[in-house]
């Protein structure tokens, strides 16, 4: 299609901030039709219209806060909420809570679900007497407290954990999310658990996510970053994702292997297996009965998980 140096510039303008184009000029609206009819461009949100390329290379929770931030240009006084919230924070967060196709915002005098029947965008609004806002590059969003607070009552707790493990990291007291008015049992239940669930020393997201997966299947639950004397560099000892010490002296490790600890190439891989098989081998020596391995994709299904945890001995308690 015909370069046009217009459309060009708007979207150009948008990529350098990582926003999405827009226009409330109508001519300027059927020129971008146009484009995204042919396949030059894609709509990630009703009116709104990127390179493919461009937003290919941005992972769920940039595109997620890409549409808020457009959203917030051409709503100024909409606050965003949960997980829409939650992607203007600076903490790790699920890719999961993310579908492109969803927005929460938070109003003082209603509660719903709005379906746009042309794009099938849904837009949830989550009522609050009280509205804490923060504003953060230019989006007001309702205060980190509040927003995890929702993210804890509407989110799956395998969901809901890494965040608050995330803010504990960072040394926020995840305990403050009490301070917000539940509207039934189950959502006084959802919260307290994370709260009582959070723990700082998981190390990232994937660890977290494990450790609420298991909690789900009745495991009991692990020690954290268990450590063991290195006599190769006794500065640095070597740390366990998870341990269980049964009464009966087994000792049960469980260890998350992420991707990025495999490497990109065969020989980086190798080198990772060889040295797993000599760091389980000294395990051993130390008096672990057990060690497992498992990955992301156990996680996303925990039969694969529940079957690794129980082959190994690790007791369900419920």
Known sequence: MRTNTEITQLLDEAQQHNLCATSTDNNQRRKFARRVACGELITPHPRMYVRPEFWENLNPTQRKRAVVQTLAILHPNVVFAAESAMCMFDVEQPYDIHPENEITVASTSHSGTHVIAKSGTIRHTVCMRNLPTVTIEGVVVTSFARTLFDCARLLPFELALPMADAAARKNFDVSLITQFPVSSVDEANKVARVVSGTDARSENGGESRARAVMENGGFMRPHLQYTFPNPNNPDFPLRVDFIWMLSDGTI??????????????????????????????????????????????DVIHPERLYQKLEAAGVPRIR
């Not at 797993?276 to 990955?295: A, P």
């Open 252 to 297: 049960i490790v469980a260890e998350y292997d992420g991707m990025a600890k495999y490497g990109a190439t065969w020989t980086e891989v190798n080198t990772h297996v060889s040295k797993q098989y000599e760091r389980d081998e000294y395990l051993k020596r130390c008096g672990v009965t057990t060690i497992v391995h498992f990955n992301f994709d």
